[in-house]
Each structure stands twice: as structure tokens, then as C-alpha cells.
């Protein structure tokens, strides 16, 4: 089975950048859609930034678009969060999340599923 590892999360204060790393197992990374989703107490999951199979097409939700950045590294089995200019608000538990082919970023849609990283924005 497709096995998915968040890494990266940690305490920044307000204005600083996290990356976050999900490496897979198991299977070559290059058939699968990612995704990054972020969930809180009292709120559904919701998807943050997601990116094509191929890396050409890629999603942000609007709350992180300009701050946060998604890429992959096929050969390296690994794709990445970049976060910027953070903001408490965004302090969640952030998943990564794999599906083959393509979606539209709904949590539904992936199949795969890590097991979460804390982020945390505060001073």
C-alpha cells in the first residue's frame, strides 16, 4: 500500500515559514495527484493546496495563495508545502494526501492518507 509521511511541523512565530515534507512509500509518487489538507477543532478538513501527477496543474485555496507553495519531487518520492508569511490562523494539524489520476482538491476524492503534522503560528 501507498504509505505517506508529514514531516516539517513545528512552533513559528507569526510571519515566519515552515516546509513540510511528505515522503511516500511503497509506490512510485509519480502516478499520483498530491494533496496538502489542514483541519481544526471545530472545522471540517479542508483542502489547502493540491498538484497534478505531472506538476503542471496545480490548486490554493484562497486563504494561502501568495504565501504557500506546492511542489513535488517524483525522484524523490517526496512533495512539499512551503509556507510563508504565517499567520495564526493557520495553525492546524496539516495531512498530506495521494489519489491516482487527478481531482478537483476535494478531501474525498484521495485515497492515501498521512498521519498529520502539527503546525503552530504563535508568539
Known amino acids: 500500500q501507498l504509505q505517506l509521511v508529514e514531516s516539517g511541523g513545528g512552533l513559528v512565530q507569526p510571519g515566519g515559514s515552515l516546509r513540510l515534507s511528505c515522503a511516500a512509500s511503497g509506490f512510485g509518487l509519480d502516478d499520483y495527484a498530491i494533496g496538502w489538507f489542514r483541519q481544526a477543532p471545530g472545522k471540517g478538513r479542508e483542502g489547502v493546496s493540491c498538484?497534478?501527477?505531472?506538476?503542471?496543474?496545480?490548486i490554493y485555496a484562497d486563504s494561502v495563495k501568495g504565501r504557500f507553495t506546492i511542489s513535488r519531487d517524483d525522484a524523490k518520492n517526496t512533495a512539499y508545502l512551503q509556507m510563508n508569511r504565517l499567520k495564526p490562523e493557520d495553525t492546524d494539524v496539516y495531512y498530506c494526501?495521494?489519489?491516482?489520476?487527478?481531482?478537483?482538491?476535494?478531501?474525498?476524492?484521495?485515497?492515501?492518507w498521512g498521519q498529520g503534522t502539527q503546525v503552530t503560528v504563535s508568539s
Open positions: 498538484i497534478s501527477s505531472s506538476g503542471g496543474s496545480v
Open positions: 494526501a495521494a489519489v491516482r489520476g487527478h481531482s478537483d482538491c476535494r478531501p474525498s476524492e484521495f485515497r492515501y
